[in-house]
């Protein structure tokens, strides 16, 4: 029973971390652990559609290679786009970039099926292995498409035309991101890139307006991006 409510609470914590829960969570499930889990479970994730789902949840969380080895024998019993896709994602989320990249472009020949889904993986899976080529090569099929525009996708496409040295064409891609109380880390991320290209007063200007638009946050989502917040006003202290 204390191994089970253990397991329960594990489940819990992460659950909680994934779906970027409120900080108050963290200490009723941790400090009241049977009571608190319980009230979180009923409130935070109880649905009788979505039980199979948490399930499954409990399962991956503590035997992370089991949805993978199961998704690999379904794939060797009937090779689907659906199955492969699938497959792919599971590497993707398991951090197996490598595989996640085989089965993802494995997809891209059933012609049949929009492109778009494992592009935009593809994108994500090369720009964590730092291979910028790759990353603008699967961009650029895409970018034309309107889910493309204010995607994290796009501000990996700009980024790897700033480490290819493509300054304008990334700047052109990088100013999509900058949108008003959101993509805090990518905005960032562009007031550096100006920094960085000798436009100091463009750079402290949008970190000015990260920091005020921070001072009007609720606490929660302060804490959400506190980390953001404390780089930008540290930018600002050396400029």
Avoid at 40 to 46: A, D, N, P, S, V
Avoid at 157 to 174: T, V
Avoid at 201 to 208: F, I
């Amino acid at each position: 029973m204390y191994y089970l409510l253990i397991i329960v609470q594990v489940f819990c914590l992460y659950h909680a971390y994934k779906n970027r829960k409120p900080y108050y969570w963290y200490f009723l499930i941790f400090f009241i652990p049977a009571i608190g889990s319980l009230i979180y479970i009923i409130t935070q994730m109880y649905n009788k559609s979505d039980v199979g789902k948490i399930q499954e949840e409990i399962t991956t969380v503590l035997n992370p290679t089991k949805k993978i080895k199961d998704l690999e024998k379904k794939l060797e019993f009937i090779d689907t786009y659906t199955n492969r896709t699938e497959l792919a994602d599971a590497y993707f989320k398991n951090k197996d970039i490598p595989n996640a990249i085989v089965n993802y472009k494995k997809t891209l020949e059933d012609t049949v099926q929009d492109d778009l889904y494992a592009r935009q993986n593809l994108i994500l899976c090369y720009f964590q292995l730092r291979d910028y080529v790759a990353v603008i090569e699967q961009a650029e099929q895409i970018k034309d498409k309107p889910e493309f525009n204010g995607s994290k996708q796009q501000f990996c496409y700009g980024l790897a035309l700033s480490e290819l040295g493509k300054i304008e064409d990334a700047e052109a891609q990088l100013k999509q991101i900058d949108r008003p109380y959101s993509n805090y880390a990518e905005r960032l991320a562009l007031a550096k890139f100006y920094v960085e290209n000798n436009r100091t007063s463009e750079g402290k200007e949008l970190l000015n307006e990260i920091s005020t638009e921070s001072k009007r946050l609720t606490k929660p989502n302060r804490k959400l991006y506190g980390a953001t917040i404390v780089e930008v006003e540290r930018l600002l202290a050396s400029l």
